[in-house]
């Protein structure tokens, strides 16, 4: 008979702008998605009157709630989190911030005030509309627990299970009373909380620092800029010397800092100044039709740059700000077309540049927390083995750029920043539930790691089983004129052909100024730590651009997995060997043919016509094959195209004199 399988245990990372589930099952720590396909559920919930019951009140949880808060200001509830096991006077310095109203419960806490307007409590007087206004108070908690129900039932729909168990994350600095709401939450919402877990410590879980056979105690910051907040911690990781299943390390907090209001909504706002001054500009000055609002309690206090907009023109602004922000994470400029409607169509392109200037100080003082908190640990940035970027605003490059230059240290970015923390959950859950036993946490790199090269085969820089951590470096060239911007892909596997190998991930390297095929120098660098990521850097050697890409090879990657691939990499030997050379052959040939053919036409009437014949013939010849190893590799015997291709090598010696002699005369 089979046992009943263990009962999973998610993860949950209950973030102040945004929320995540995540489960580790038997391909490692994942989050789950929604049906659309996204992983982060905004921290937001709306409440209305139902109109399916009189007296009723329902409630519209995520995306729906936030693309709408604008609209609906006192009765979105968002940032929630800033309330949680917190006293109206703890409260006082988030109220300017929150657009709902915040009132004093039993014991001086903090409860959230919603207006409604409810309609009468018979079906009779629903039919008729009359509704009569109505209060509703609610403590964080309860709100929460809306928002960890909805990622129960999320996961427990994607898993098709119940689920009642969960590990959920909480900032370092959460003193006694939030964590203990936090927990109360996940009652309301009908979850057992197996246990609460530090950000900061699940981040480097996810990352399986303190997992492996790791043989020193690290010290790590975790460096997170979310929506709203700022937290750097400092963690000193220790192996357990004695390791239970589920301790394998301490993970202590040396130190903890931050700014409570300092995140991406900070740059929102900023970017929404700057467009409506703009459109101002460009539209002259022109006041936006005023529009009957509903009133925001505190926004005098609170700086709202689109304070006399209509409330259609600020989501717009609001959603367009963002959009641009995180554009500008990967381009130099995003530009926006707005339809303003009665006054034109607005259009305007913001440069990655202007937003550095915009936000260089808030980055500012992210930094100057992060010299405190070495500060209160007593370390200096060389005592830092890694800095583990978190949460969706660590993806802006100026953010990466200071965090380099403070610590001297590459950034750790190899997990999704938005995910790391929810990640990190479900691996605490899965230690919890003894899920996490066959996680491969190797000493050892378990399949080989490559770059694609011209025509789709994988050039091998990292071989498998190499110990880590490994380093590797190889030159390229391209293989094409004029190129300005070369694409790096990042290959995993045994197999020759690119196809065949699993692909880790893409980056460009640009800026390059155009250069004939074969002149740049690219140098390509793997280096896997410790804790099994994989940093590749590609530089270009003459003029210095530089890239790079960060990923964890083996994440979602199991046993069985390694097996299969490695035993298909045996059974294509053979083909693969023989492909990967047609492959190679046929590039290098293309480019010897390109240069024959152009030092031919140049200097072609120089030569004795017997020579010029017997070029022309040796060039024939391997352009043919290379065109049939090109349209099917199988046609040609590599040994073939290796001998078309050297004889035409020792045939151009000639030619090659000739083209040179006849440039120093030109110099
Ligand atoms: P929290 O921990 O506060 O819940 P998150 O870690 O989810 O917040 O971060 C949300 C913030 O990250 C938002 O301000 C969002 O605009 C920002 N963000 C997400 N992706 C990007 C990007 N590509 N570039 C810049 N900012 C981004
Ligand atoms: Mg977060």
Redesign the pocket.
């Known amino acids: 008979m089979m046992t009943p399988p263990t009962e999973p245990i998610v993860g949950i990372?209950l973030?102040?702008?945004?929320?995540l589930v995540a489960i580790y099952d038997k391909d490692g720590p994942r989050t789950i998605d929604d049906e659309q396909g996204r992983a982060?559920l905004p921290?937001v919930v709306r409440f209305e009157a139902d109109p399916a019951s009189p007296g009723g009140v329902r409630t519209i949880v995520g995306h729906d709630a936030s693309d709408r808060a604008v609209e609906f200001p006192t009765t979105t509830i968002s940032s929630v989190?800033r309330l949680m096991g917190r006293s109206l006077s703890d409260a006082a310095e988030d109220l300017p911030y929150l657009s709902y109203r915040v009132v004093e419960g039993e014991h001086n806490t903090a409860r959230v005030e919603i207006p409604l307007l409810l309609r009468e409590g018979s079906a009779r007087a629903a039919s008729t509309g009359a509704a009569h206004p109505a209060h509703r108070i609610l403590s964080p908690q309860e709100v929460s627990a809306l928002i960890l129900r909805h990622l129960a039932d999320r996961a427990s729909l994607a898993l098709g299970r119940p689920i009642t168990k969960a590990v959920v994350t909480v900032p370092a600095y959460f003193d006694d009373a939030q964590r203990q709401a936090t927990r109360d939450a996940g009652r309301l919402a009908g979850l057992d909380v197996v246990r609460i877990v530090n950000?900061p410590t699940a981040a480097a879980l996810a990352y399986g620092l303190g997992l492996g056979e790791q043989r020193k105690p690290l010290t790590v910051v975790i460096f997170?800029?979310?929506?709203?907040?700022f937290d750097v911690s400092i963690l000193r990781i220790t192996p357990n010397p004695n390791p239970a299943p589920d301790q394998p390390a301490f993970f202590q907090v040396l130190s903890t800092a931050g700014d409570t209001h300092l995140?991406?909504?900070d740059?929102?706002h900023a970017l929404v100044r700057m467009l409506a001054t703009r459109m101002r500009d460009q539209f002259g000055l022109h006041e936006p039709r005023a529009q009957a609002r509903e009133s925001l309690p505190g926004s005098d206090s609170a700086p709202d740059p689109l304070a006399n907009l209509d409330p259609a023109t600020r989501r717009a602004l609001k959603q367009f700000a963002?959009a641009i922000?995180?554009?500008?994470?990967?381009e130099d400029q995003a530009s926006v077309r707005i339809d303003v409607a009665g006054a034109g169509v607005f259009q305007t392109t913001v440069a990655r540049d202007d937003l550095d200037a915009l936000m260089a100080p808030w980055v500012d003082r992210a930094m100057a927390c992060c010299r405190q908190a070495l500060a209160d640990a007593q370390l200096t940035p060389k005592a830092i083995d890694a800095v583990i970027m978190?949460?969706?605003?660590t993806?802006?490059p100026l953010v990466r750029q200071r965090v380099r230059e403070v610590f001297g240290l590459e950034p750790y970015t190899a997990l999704d920043?938005?995910r790391v923390?929810a990640l990190g959950a479900a691996v605490q859950a899965a230690i919890m539930s003894g899920e996490a036993k066959g996680a491969l946490l190797l000493d050892v790199i378990p399949l080989s790691l490559g770059i694609e090269t011209a025509g789709g085969a994988v050039a091998k820089l990292i071989l498998r089983n190499s110990t880590v951590p490994a380093r590797a470096t190889e030159r390229f060239t391209t293989s094409v004129d004029g190129q300005t911007s070369i694409k790096i892909h990042v290959l995993q596997g045994e197999r020759e052909m690119v196809e065949h190998c699993r692909s880790l991930g893409v980056f460009d390297l640009r800026g390059l100024p155009p250069m004939p095929a074969g002149v740049p120098q690219l140098e390509v660098e793997f280096l896997v730590d410790a804790g099994g990521v994989l940093r590749v850097t590609a530089a270009e050697k003459r003029t210095g651009k530089r890239a790079q890409l960060q990923v964890v090879p083996n994440h979602g990657l199991t046993r069985e997995e390694v097996d299969r691939i490695e035993a298909e990499s045996f059974t294509h030997a053979r083909d693969d060997m023989a492909r990967h050379r047609v492959v190679d052959l046929v590039v290098n040939s293309r480019l010897d043919l390109k240069w024959i053919g152009e030092q031919l036409a140049r200097h072609g009437s120089a030569l004795e016509p017997g020579y010029r014949r017997e070029l022309e013939v040796g060039v024939a010849a391997l352009a043919d094959l290379a065109a049939r190893g090109d349209a099917d590799w199988r046609t040609v015997d590599p040994n073939d195209l290796h001998h078309a291709k050297e004889a035409l090598d020792r045939a151009s010696m000639r030619l090659q004199e000739v083209a040179i002699t006849a440039s120093l005369r030109q110099g």
Request: cysteine-free; aromatic content about 0%.
């Open positions: 990372d973030g102040t702008t945004n929320s982060l921290s989190k950000e997170d800029l979310g929506g709203g907040t995140g991406g909504d740059i929102d963002q922000k995180h554009k500008l994470s990967d978190v949460g969706g605003s993806r802006i920043p938005d923390v």
